[in-house]
């Protein structure tokens, strides 16, 4: 098996009494598109605070190249290449558009991927770019939040539902710029989202988390059929026993 860029083993999280993930182990490739997909409440942003260093693990290992990034900081792990968005994007509500990407790009300490209005082109804001960041529809805050993460120059992007909150031909070309990202790029993506037809038609593979444990990893087709992953979305148990 090719080695893995992004990497856990054995990673759990307790909060308190609650345990949100048990045992979770995941490889991404170099270049993979991988979504990490489940119920709510499964655990999926809590692994991306994990991996990002905003929270610590209570238990496992999880490795960058080889390096390991529990115990890191999360702008050492930014630094390191693995840059995010967040389910409820945050950019900063009194820049701009434009202002936002260059903030992000100062922070990086990496060679951005493109120059800020390249990204901002990209992503479809270049027309918004002086709209203060408070008036961007949430859907364009996530676009926003990608072109930033880009800024970043990373090698890894980790994407919380990107997509929510964009109309169905948003979500198609974003869709498509995610495919074109990858490949201009060669970028990692390791994405968290609902909107399955979009993100099963482009990832390379699925891992699918189900009360804080990974229940099926493999080919999006054979995951989205696998018994146990209806069972976690539906309640269906499959089989012939009606009386279930
Ligand atoms: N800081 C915290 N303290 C206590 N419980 C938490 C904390 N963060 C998350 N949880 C709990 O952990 C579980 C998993 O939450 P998480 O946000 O990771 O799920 P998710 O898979 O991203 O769900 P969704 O699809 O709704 O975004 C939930 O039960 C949540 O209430
Ligand atoms: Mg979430």
Known sequence: MAQALLEGVGVSKHFGGLTVLRQVSFRVSEGEIVTLIGPNGAGKTTLFHLISGLHR?????????????????PHTICRMGIARTFQTPRPFVDLTVSENVAAAGRFA????????????????????????????????????????????????????????????????????????????????????????????????????????EVIADGPPRAVAGDPRVLEAYLGYKGGNDHGN
């Open 57 to 73: 693990p209570s238990a496992g290992s999880i490795r960058f190249e080889l390096s390991e990034l529990v115990g890191r900081s």
């Open 109 to 212: 300490g990496r060679p951005p991927l493109a120059p800020p209005e390249e990204l901002l082109a990209l992503v479809g804001l270049a027309e918004h770019a002086g709209v203060l960041s408070r008036h961007l529809p949430a859907g364009w805050r996530k676009l926003l939040e990608l072109a930033m993460a880009l800024a970043l120059g990373p090698r890894v992007l980790l994407l919380d539902e990107l997509l929510a909150g964009l109309t169905p031909a948003e979500v198609d070309r974003a869709t498509a710029l995610l495919r074109r990202i990858r490949d201009r790029w060669g970028l990692t993506l390791f994405w968290v989202e609902h909107i399955m037809r979009a993100v099963m038609g482009i990832a390379d593979r699925a891992i699918v988390l189900h009360h804080g």
